[in-house]
């Protein structure tokens, strides 16, 4: 946890922006010891301000997220500003390469899903998968944890508002080529084991 509302009586968020303070990340979870954070494992943090802006797309309303939720954020993304020993995240502006003039983006793009009474909410077109677990054995043969494989089929958990061919509970299956190279996995204890924020062309198909 941390203290978003001290946080946010001091800083106001300006227009298409939203302000992030991030979570340390845990070095364990009970008595498993997560490991080395990989590049693709996303961060969570609570906004702290956001400019209350309604955007209509695709003939969607949405909303950005307001202080005090908990997101999950790319960890790739937003400016990073250290704040009275907090680190924050200003989402909705990059600077691509070559270019001098920064470019906004929706805030959509980095904020991938919202946590909230124990539950992943989706935002844009994003899609909250729990993988199926590793097997344990084929043909009555015990498969040593090495040999153990993800299979690419997963149960839909949330999807954003602006993404319409899946929707929760849908079976599907999944690119893992994409899922493990391109999309965010991450820890957050127990009931979040194999759960993935990805895009909506990890897809390969739903099954009927």
Known sequence: EVPWQEIAAKIRAPRRKVVV???PMPENIGSILIPQKTAMTADTGTVVASYHELQLIKGVVIA?????????????????????????????AFLAEQEWQPTGY??????????????????????????????????????PDTAQKWTADATVISVGPLHFD???????????????????????????????????????????
């Open 21 to 23: 303070a991030m979570h």
């Open 64 to 92: 950005p997220p307001v202080p005090g939720e908990v997101v999950i954020v790319h960890p790739d993304d937003g400016s990073v500003v250290d704040f009275e020993g907090h680190k924050l995240k200003s989402i909705g």
């Open 106 to 143: 929706d805030w959509f793009e980095s904020i991938v899903a919202t946590i909230e009474n124990n539950m992943v909410k989706a935002h844009g077109d994003k899609i909250v998968i729990q993988l199926d677990d590793k097997p344990k054995e084929m043909s009555g043969i015990l498969l």
């Open 166 to 208: 899946a929707k929760p509970e849908d079976r599907v299956s999944v690119d893992m080529n994409l899922v493990t190279d391109a999309c965010l996995a991450f820890t957050l204890g127990e009931g979040f084991e194999r759960m993935f924020v990805i895009f909506p062309e990890a897809i390969n198909f739903i099954y009927c």
